[in-house]
């Protein structure tokens, strides 16, 4: 994390040394929430919600168009026991992970966004990008926190199985947001988006449960941590062998929303002369 925060403001100190650019650059931070969805728990989005947070830099192009730097950090978790769903709560997985996120970001703003014209201070927007996001999903068992990708619940890395998956992937996040310039240098906003990860395993639960003989090969963790049924309902759970643990076809993914708060390293009056130069639309 402290290597992320270096190089996001290291770019800000490029930027700010750079007269021509640093007129239209912000520093901002974030402050909200985020909440997972994925296998565990499936269909209970707002129920995991918990604290998040982060930092950005944006280079605005022109009123319409911005790109930025994202870097978020928060906590995934997700507990089949607060489903409403008996048989997802029998199922009995439960997870949490800190997850970090460096995004490239381009915003396109509906309105003009012209910080120093008092008829320009408001612009809902629409914005996109890709990222990478890296993640390490534990569990609670018997009072210890285990790291469950390194003990291959689904059989990963025995012979004939996949590979354990990777704590670092790939991220699409798009959303929506609005901003308002409180002043010609200072900017509030709120801002909500979805993102779309290449991982079904950030809450490790993705294929089917395999027998207690072939996951001996991982060890009394595995075994013990693939089905957890018997757990909940006190009984055998050998007839699952075989059925599905989660659903593969559908990666996790998560949602983050909240507020930001940035300060503009340009001159007050410094787009007048992007204004000359760019023609002002109300509207597409």
């Not at 089917?208 to 957890?228: I, W």
């Amino acid at each position: 994390m402290t290597t992320l925060l270096k190089y996001l403001l290291g770019i800000s100190f490029l930027l700010s040394t750079s007269n021509s650019m640093a007129q239209y650059v912000e520093i901002g931070l974030f402050g909200g929430a985020i909440s997972f969805d994925g296998d565990v728990n499936k269909g209970s989005l707002l129920s995991n919600t918990q604290p998040a947070f982060g930092a950005f830099v944006r280079y605005n192009i022109n009123p319409h168009i911005t790109t930025r730097i994202n870097f978020h950090k928060g906590t995934l978790k997700a507990d089949d026991n607060n489903s409403s769903d008996l048989a997802i709560r029998q199922r009995n997985f439960n997870f949490q992970s800190d997850l970090m996120e460096l995004s490239v970001i381009g915003e396109i703003n509906i309105l003009p966004f012209v910080p120093d014209d008092p008829n320009h201070v408001f612009a809902p927007y629409l914005w996109a990008g890709i990222g990478v996001c890296w993640f390490d999903p534990t569990t609670n068992y018997q009072g210890k926190i285990i790291h469950l990708q390194a003990i291959g619940t689904e059989g990963q890395g025995l012979e004939g199985n996949a590979a354990k998956y990777g704590l670092t992937q790939l991220t699409v996040p798009l959303g929506i947001g609005l901003k308002y310039a409180l002043s010609p240098r200072i900017h509030i906003g709120l801002e909500i988006g979805y993102r779309y990860t290449t991982s079904d395993y950030i809450d490790d639960v993705s294929t089917v449960y395999l027998s207690p003989k072939t996951l001996q090969q991982n060890g009394d963790l595995a075994v013990a941590l693939s089905n957890r049924t018997a757990e909940y309902t006190g009984l055998p759970a050998n007839d699952l062998i075989g059925a599905r643990r989660g659903n593969s076809n559908n990666k996790d993914s998560y949602l983050l929303w909240g507020v930001h708060l940035s300060v503009s390293l340009y001159r007050n009056n410094a787009y007048r002369g992007k204004k000359r130069n760019f023609k002002i639309t109300k509207w597409f």
